[in-house]
T-cell receptor, first 112, second 114 residues
Framework: KQEVTQIPAALSVPEGENLVLNCSFT??????LQWFRQDPGKGLTSLLL?????REQTSGRLNASLDKSSGRSTLYIAASQPGDSATYLC???????????FGTGTRLTVIP | GAGVSQSPSNKVTEKGKDVELRCDPI?????LYWYRQSLGQGLEFLIY????????KSGLPSDRFSAERTGGSVSTLTIQRTQQEDSAVYLC????????????FGPGTRLTVL
């Protein structure tokens, strides 16, 4: 069974810093990897989707990379803002699976 | 619709009662997923619907859980004889065709079993 791990579990940074969130998965046979953010009491908002054939995806201040062979992905957030404070979830869709396997998330706090 | 909607947003019930949770996917999306998010745990897959195909029920934790999707659109997740361990946020997601597309999530239903 696919296991997804996110490190660190929580991160606190001052506003303006660049930061990296890490995600690792045990089975490299994946269709895609998706990063989400979840605000307290809310559902998930999709940030970036990387297909298994891709190495990275960018959206605004966000950049996600994928190294399928080593089972790793990173989410880079540039020039962090207080509005970036949320829990960030990494999820992979395994080859042959219908569903996403989620990590337990990194809770990010950006201090003004 | 503009996004995935779920109702109710909150549900408090007594142990042993049955509950029904509703999900309205994005219009035109053929694939629909149910997940459960328990306190301190990650999201757990429950069930998947794709078009008219038989659903993938591999994530349902017990036979007290069932789900249906009528007319290829709205889905209802039913939990019979609720237990306290069923307390969680139940999230619904949809995708355009269930392939490698982005999954769009609803706001969830917070279920509390007393």
């Amino acid at each position: 069974k696919q296991e997804v791990t996110q490190i660190p579990a929580a991160l606190s940074v001052p506003e303006g810093e660049n930061l990296v969130l890490n995600c690792s998965f045990t089975d490299s046979a994946i269709y895609n990897l998706q990063w989400f953010r979840q605000d307290p009491g809310k559902g998930l908002t999709s940030l970036l989707l990387i297909q298994s054939s891709q190495r990275e995806q960018t959206s605004g201040r966000l950049n996600a990379s994928l190294d399928k062979s080593s089972g790793r992905s990173t989410l880079y957030i540039a020039a962090s803002q207080p509005g970036d404070s949320a829990t960030y979830l990494c999820a992979v869709r395994g080859a042959g699976a219908n569903n996403l396997f989620f990590g337990t998330g990194t809770r990010l706090t950006v201090i003004p | 619709g503009a996004g995935v909607s779920q109702s109710p947003s909150n549900k408090v019930t007594e142990k042993g009662k049955d509950v029904e949770l509703r999900c309205d996917p994005i219009s035109g999306h053929t694939a629909l997923y149910w997940y459960r998010q328990s306190l301190g745990q990650g999201l757990e897959f429950l069930i998947y619907f794709q078009g008219n195909s038989a659903p993938d029920k591999s994530g349902l934790p017990s036979d007290r859980f069932s789900a249906e999707r009528t007319g290829g659109s709205v889905s209802t997740l039913t939990i019979q004889r609720t237990q306290q361990e069923d307390s969680a946020v139940y999230l619904c997601a949809s995708t355009l065709d269930g392939g490698t597309d982005t999954q769009y999530f609803g706001p969830g239903t917070r279920l509390t079993v007393l």
